[in-house]
């Protein structure tokens, strides 16, 4: 756990050297799409990388699924750039890819314990919380560690210029969420009891419009919505770098379905290794990347590429080290990671019980990573 707290003490340094980990009723705001979905903001160079990378066909023995349902959220990592680029879709060209959007981890939470969706991307809180409530999913990729990403955002006439001030003010997060929990983790490192602020339970799009119509005084949030606050008269108090720095640590991780990772494991080494590919383009090709982001972000080339900046993405290599998910004989500390933001939930009440470590270690996937 020491090395993956380290890791946070010098997030701003390696998020300018390696460019970089946040959650939810099945539904809503979904939208889907099918195979052959890379968008037009495909750049020559990046698109001619990601063919030849992602289009090697599946081996012939190997049953394939008729469809592999996604369930994503607009962050800017790898996973987004390869939604972006086709390339599963370039890899199983038979097979139909849905990409289904959701706003928070607790929605996808829900799509996966109705069957809805394979794969989703979850923060760690609604993680934990999902793995401590049981739900039939495990962790296959941890995405990406969140530093700048994602912070609290006030208005600049609104008199806040610490957490101090925060008292007697509105500030919106989503509940559940990285955000929600970085917010609270900054409160009570500082010693503000939260019932001395309002705050206001919002997805991410809501809270852009409750912020234009002046119904907040602030909000904790992550990108692109953070960008188009600060873009509108915003100012930024603190940063989950900051939060993480002093224990609060947050990221994005993946979880399939037990159903399916017991019936296609090929399948699901066949999505890391896109990610892979995806993580590789992200760092080699950071400007062809942030233009292909920036139409599934809604931000300029520029933003994107900021925002990119503001995370650590984690490629194949890294997944197995100690500080993240480690090895089936060694598991690493990011299952620590998840009883502790598990523990910090039950605190908070937002969820009844957290289990003993074990449980979380054995919800980590890194066998998946081993030499065949």
């Known amino acids: 756990m020491r090395q993956f707290r380290t890791l946070f003490r ?3 340094l390696l998020a300018v050297l390696a460019v970089l980990l946040v959650i939810t009723a099945c539904g809503n705001n979904n939208q889907a799409s099918g195979k052959n979905a890379a968008q037009a903001t495909e750049t020559p160079a990046v698109t001619a990388a990601a063919e030849t990378a992602a289009a090697e066909p599946a081996a012939a023995a190997e049953e394939l699924p008729k469809e592999i349902r996604i369930g994503y959220q607009v962050s800017p990592n790898g996973e987004l750039l390869a939604k972006a680029l086709g390339l599963l879709e370039k890899k199983y060209p038979d097979v139909t890819v849905t990409w289904l959007k959701f706003d928070s981890g607790r929605d996808v939470n829900v799509a ?8 989703g991307l979850l923060g760690t809180p609604p993680g934990a919380s999902g793995i401590a409530q049981g739900l039939p999913d495990q962790v296959y990729y941890i995405h990406d560690v969140i530093g700048q990403s994602e912070a609290l955002v006030v208005k600049s006439d609104s008199g806040i210029a610490s957490l101090a001030d925060l008292k007697g003010h509105t500030i919106a997060t989503t509940f559940g969420s ?3 929990f970085s ?3 900054a409160l009570k490192q500082e010693n503000i009891d939260p019932a001395t602020l309002t705050i206001l339970d919002m997805q991410a799009p809501d809270i852009v419009a409750a912020w234009q119509r002046g119904d907040i005084d602030g909000a904790y949030t ?3 919505s953070q960008s188009k606050l600060v873009e509108d008269g915003g100012k930024i108090i603190i940063s989950s770098a900051e939060v993480a720095a002093k224990g609060g640590i947050t990221g994005e991780f993946g979880v399939v379905h037990n159903d399916f990772i017991a019936k296609y494991p090929h399948v699901v080494k066949g999505y890391i290794s896109v990610l892979d590919e995806a993580v590789k383009l992200y760092r080699d090709q950071p400007q062809e990347s942030a233009e292909a982001l920036s139409a599934e972000l809604g931000l300029t080339p520029e933003a994107t590429l900021k925002a990119m900046n503001e995370i650590i993405v984690l490629d194949a290599s890294q997944q197995t080290a100690p500080e993240y998910m480690g090895t089936p004989d060694q598991p690493g500390a990011f299952g620590q990671l998840l009883k502790e933001t598990a523990d910090f939930l039950v605190e908070q009440k937002s969820i009844t019980e957290s289990p ?3 449980v ?3 919800a ?3 066998d998946l990573y081993s030499a065949e």
Do not use: C, V
Not at 112 to 119: E, H, N, Q, V, Y
């Open 10 to 12: 010098i997030t701003p």
């Open 112 to 119: 996966i314990a109705s069957g809805g969706i394979d794969f």
């Open 178 to 180: 990285t955000s929600h």
């Open 183 to 185: 917010l609270l983790s």
């Open 222 to 224: 992550w990108q692109p």
């Open 356 to 358: 003993e470590l074990s």
């Open 360 to 362: 979380y270690q054995k």
């Open 364 to 366: 980590l996937r890194n």
